[in-house]
């Protein structure tokens, strides 16, 4: 079994900055792809970012140059680093691990965590 918790998210003005932070635990064999995702209210849940175990990263079109991914892969963590934020920003984000457990060693496995609230005041 694996947990992820996130945390960071909060209320901060326009232009201000946030960063969470996800961590993974529990029976983990390795981790492959760490991602962080958002959901606003009435919209469908979208990729913001994303980190593979080589150091490839990518961004959803709406972020780029503003929000930063890295991964501390010692921790089983994964960080985004939101800058210049909007209220389009908006939402709850939520970090994804795709793993490989002790018990299932050859599958890699979807793991979310509960979701953060992040909200932009204009």
């Known amino acids: 079994q694996v947990q992820v918790v996130e945390s960071g998210g909060g209320l901060v003005k326009a232009g201000g900055s946030l960063r969470l932070s996800c961590a993974a635990s529990g029976s983990i064999r390795s981790i492959t792809v760490m991602g962080w995702y958002r959901q606003a209210p009435g919209k469908q849940r979208e990729l913001v970012a994303g980190?593979?175990?080589?150091?490839?990263?990518n961004y959803a079109d709406s972020v780029k140059g503003r929000f930063t991914i890295s991964r501390d892969n010692a921790k089983n963590t994964v960080y985004l680093q939101m800058n210049a934020l909007k209220p389009e920003d908006t939402a709850v984000y939520y970090c994804?691990?795709?793993?490989?457990?002790?018990?299932?060693?050859?599958?890699?496995?979807?793991?979310w965590g509960q979701g953060t609230q992040v909200t932009i005041s204009s």
């Open positions: 980190t593979s175990s080589g150091g490839n990263t």
């Open positions: 994804k691990v795709v793993a490989t457990t002790i018990r299932r060693p050859i599958d890699r496995d979807e793991y």
